[in-house]
């Protein structure tokens, strides 16, 4: 029974790949690597693909690229992914407001303070209420 579901996941597996393959775009294909690596924690596979999708002007790549190298350490790699990835982003996009927060924690990671500020005052404003509590924690910790 064991090996019958196993067989089975692997049949799965192959069929979503053949999928992916077939009928889907080069940005798209190397895009959805690119998640299904993260989504199993295996950050640099995910980034082989998110840079391969970003090379084709995938503008979400760019979002998790930035993600995994903040949550890896490497705050000064996230830095430009989400710039870039703000400098694409419709304004009015619901996304503008997490990735301001997100370059707010990448500078706060970098202990460059004004600028974990700047970018955490305008996700606030935005609404991010994450940014709002860094904010407060960080003025608590300040005083």
Not at 84 to 89: A, E, H, S
Not at 93 to 111: C, I, P, Q, R, T
């Amino acid at each position: 029974m064991k090996k019958l579901i196993a067989l089975l996941g692997v049949v799965i597996l192959l069929a979503g790949m053949a999928y992916l393959f077939l009928f889907k775009n080069d940005n798209e294909k190397f895009f959805d690597q690119g998640v299904q690596y993260y989504n199993q924690k295996q950050y640099n596979e995910a980034l082989f693909y998110f840079e391969k999708a970003e090379q084709l002007d995938n503008v979400e790549a760019l979002k998790y690229s930035g993600t995994i190298y903040l949550e890896s350490g490497e705050p000064q790699k996230a830095i430009p992914k989400f710039k870039k990835y703000l400098q694409i982003l419709d304004l009015e996009s619901e996304d503008v407001k997490f990735a301001l927060n997100d370059l707010g924690v990448a500078y706060f990671k970098l202990n460059d303070i004004e600028n974990a500020k700047k970018y955490w005052k305008k996700a606030a404003e935005l609404g991010n209420i994450t940014s709002s509590d860094n904010l407060k924690e960080l003025e608590t910790k300040m005083k």
